[in-house]
């Protein structure tokens, strides 16, 4: 980051929009963070129904009070682009966006889902290749995360969503930018997870208020990796059955952790001073409402 904290004066005013955020850690994590960079964070929460509002109409609302950015969750990763202007052209190419920044003239898009993913899977796996992914699930996260595997060089990605058109859409966009490096198919679940290396889950199915997997646990059996795009909770059954089968597995907390860092320094215009302190002071929270402990 060229800018410094400095030129935002001593505090940042942020929130999250999403439909099901009530548990969500994203105001911590913040707030720890501007800790830690010498910022006062506040950072509120903001559920449409619960407004009074649709979605369009209180991502205005949040700009005209003066809000510096918002995260935005599911469902309107996808949804947001309609109001963002400019940026990068992979944002474009992604279709979602998760982190947006009001400026005086514009709505400004990022994603860090997808270079969120990149940095937690480097930081797991080191330069390991993806291989044969199957990833379940198309929406918001999902595209952001397929993006990603490219860019990892995964030499399959095989795409599943009850909404077929979307999980076609994406392997074309995918296909695309891949220039055949890798190979990308729409399959049913048992299809893609047959032989597969890896399984991903890039649903909602898992967190709270979604509970279950998205993926029975004998399909699981020989893959060497997974992931779950889900980390509230951290341990969820598709996570234990992964674990079970023998696979090394990338929690969801891995990717909150890593694309909050990255927004909130988008968010601040300077780089976190300590990664580290952060990630063990987020870890001993998460423990402790996990466990019922004291942190």
């Given at each position: 980051?060229?800018?410094?904290?400095?030129?935002?004066?001593?505090?940042?005013?942020?929130?999250?929009?999403?439909?099901?955020?009530?548990?969500?850690?994203?105001?911590?994590?913040?707030?720890?963070?501007?800790?830690?960079?010498?910022?006062?964070?506040?950072?509120?929460?903001?559920?449409?129904?619960?407004?009074?509002?649709?979605?369009?109409?209180?991502?205005?609302?949040?700009?005209?009070?003066?809000?510096?950015?918002?995260?935005?969750?599911?469902?309107?990763?996808?949804?947001?682009?309609?109001?963002?202007?400019?940026?990068d052209p992979l944002l474009q190419r992604i279709g979602a966006a998760?982190?947006?920044?009001?400026?005086?003239?514009?709505?400004?898009?990022?994603?860090?889902?997808?270079?969120?993913?990149?940095?937690?899977?480097?930081?797991?796996?080191?330069?390991?290749?993806?291989?044969?992914?199957?990833?379940?699930?198309?929406?918001?996260?999902?595209?952001?995360?397929?993006?990603?595997?490219?860019?990892?060089?995964?030499?399959?990605?095989?795409?599943?969503?009850?909404?077929?058109?979307?999980?076609?859409?994406?392997?074309?966009?995918?296909?695309?930018?891949?220039?055949?490096?890798?190979?990308?198919?729409?399959?049913?679940?048992?299809?893609?997870?047959?032989?597969?290396?890896?399984?991903?889950?890039?649903?909602?199915?898992?967190?709270?208020?979604?509970?279950?997997t998205p993926v029975p646990a004998h399909l699981l059996a020989g893959?060497?990796?997974?992931?779950?795009?889900?980390?509230?909770?951290?341990?969820?059954?598709?996570?234990?059955?992964?674990?079970?089968?023998?696979?090394?597995?990338?929690?969801?907390?891995?990717?909150?952790?890593?694309?909050?860092?990255?927004?909130?320094?988008?968010?601040?215009?300077?780089?976190?001073?300590?990664?580290?302190?952060?990630?063990?002071?987020?870890?001993?929270?998460?423990?402790?409402?996990?466990?019922?402990?004291?942190?």
């Amino acid at each position: 980051m060229s800018r410094s904290s400095d030129t935002l004066g001593a505090s940042l005013r942020l929130g999250l929009i999403g439909d099901n955020i009530a548990d969500s850690r994203a105001p911590v994590l913040h707030r720890l963070a501007g800790e830690l960079a010498g910022i006062d964070v506040s950072y509120d929460l903001f559920v449409p129904r619960e407004q009074g509002l649709d979605f369009d109409a209180l991502l205005a609302r949040c700009r005209a009070d003066g809000l510096r950015g918002l995260n935005i969750t599911y469902p309107y990763k996808q949804r947001v682009m309609t109001h963002v202007t400019g940026g990068d052209p992979l944002l474009q190419r992604i279709g979602a966006a998760n982190t947006v920044v009001f400026t005086d003239s514009a709505i400004e898009g990022h994603n860090t889902d997808h270079s969120g993913f990149v940095s937690a899977y480097r930081a797991a796996f080191s330069d390991m290749p993806p291989g044969v992914v199957a990833q379940i699930g198309a929406g918001g996260v999902g595209r952001a995360v397929a993006f990603a595997l490219v860019s990892l060089g995964a030499s399959e990605i095989r795409l599943i969503d009850t909404d077929v058109t979307k999980a076609h859409a994406l392997a074309s966009a995918l296909n695309t930018i891949s220039a055949g490096t890798t190979r990308v198919s729409v399959h049913d679940t048992v299809a893609a997870c047959a032989g597969a290396d890896a399984v991903m889950n890039c649903t909602p199915i898992g967190m709270v208020g979604y509970q279950g997997t998205p993926v029975p646990a004998h399909l699981l059996a020989g893959i060497g990796w997974g992931f779950d795009a889900v980390y509230t909770p951290v341990e969820t059954t598709f996570k234990s059955d992964a674990e079970a089968a023998g696979a090394r597995f990338l929690s969801g907390f891995e990717l909150f952790f890593h694309q909050g860092v990255h927004a909130f320094e988008i968010f601040a215009g300077c780089d976190l001073p300590d990664c580290d302190a952060l990630r063990l002071r987020l870890l001993d929270l998460v423990e402790a409402e996990e466990t019922g402990a004291q942190p």
